[in-house]
């Protein structure tokens, strides 16, 4: 059976780091693409940017590229979504999809919460 | 924001059929295949409709999806009480070399 499952709800402070992770497990890691989802309060789906955990490619929605750093553990089928420094305005829920022309499996979500 | 644009909001009484545009354009919907997620409240979207108008295992056939040019349609048939949700369609864009996503549809059932 196909999951992803990604790591506890958050609760930081402005200017902290963070990485959030997925990890990934009845399916061949390296071979899919996978993609982190933002989604703000009471918005829609935001795509932030893309792994290959076979060979490390990754893209970032132009929007996102420089906010954020996303990566993968091929050892460990985890992949990761990292911030240096965070403000409030990242308060959202964060989605990790498998993508192979589709979103055909999505994690549970992890609620991160920036707050002074 | 959004490259692929559906109406806000989409209702009808149970029984009737809801249908939900997304228009895009040739760098993703054109030359790409379309796929639809339902987001119950509360919950991570599920996979509704892929390659256009295929359903995965256990998704009913009140659901279909349609393409043409740089549109695609999803609609539900024989709505009921548990449709009510918000969905999205999403599709590979060649210009952004990535997955985008619509900016969602919420259906409410009256």
């Known amino acids: 059976e196909v999951q992803l499952v990604q790591s506890g709800a958050e609760v930081k402070r402005p200017g902290e780091s963070l990485k959030i992770s997925c990890k990934g497990s009845?399916?061949?890691?390296?071979?899919?693409?996978i993609v982190w989802v933002r989604q703000m309060p009471g918005k829609g789906l935001e795509s932030m940017g893309i792994i290959y955990p076979g060979d490390s490619d990754t893209r970032y929605n132009p929007s996102f590229q420089g906010q954020v750093t996303i990566s993968a553990d091929k050892s460990i089928t985890t992949a990761y979504l990292h911030w240096s420094s965070l403000k409030a305005s990242d308060t959202a829920m964060y989605y990790c999809?498998?993508?192979?022309?589709?979103?055909?499996?999505w994690g549970q979500g992890t609620l991160v919460t920036v707050s002074s | 924001q959004s490259v692929l644009t559906q109406p806000p909001s989409a209702s009808g009484t149970p029984g009737q059929t809801v249908t939900i545009s997304c228009s895009g354009r040739s760098s993703n919907i054109g030359g790409n295949t379309v796929n639809w997620c339902q987001q119950l409240p509360g919950t991570a979207p599920k996979l509704l409709i892929y390659n256009d108008y295929q359903r995965p295992s256990g998704v009913p056939d009140r659901f279909s999806g349609s393409k043409s040019g740089t549109s695609a349609s999803l609609a539900i048939s024989g709505l009921q009480s548990e449709d009510e949700a918000d969905y999205y369609c999403?599709?590979?864009?060649?210009?952004?070399?990535?997955?985008?996503f619509g900016t969602g549809t919420k259906v409410t059932v009256l």
């Open positions: 999403a599709t590979w864009d060649d210009s952004l070399k990535g997955p985008v």
């Open positions: 999809a498998r993508w192979s022309r589709q979103f055909d499996y």
């Open positions: 009845g399916y061949t890691f390296t071979n899919y693409w």
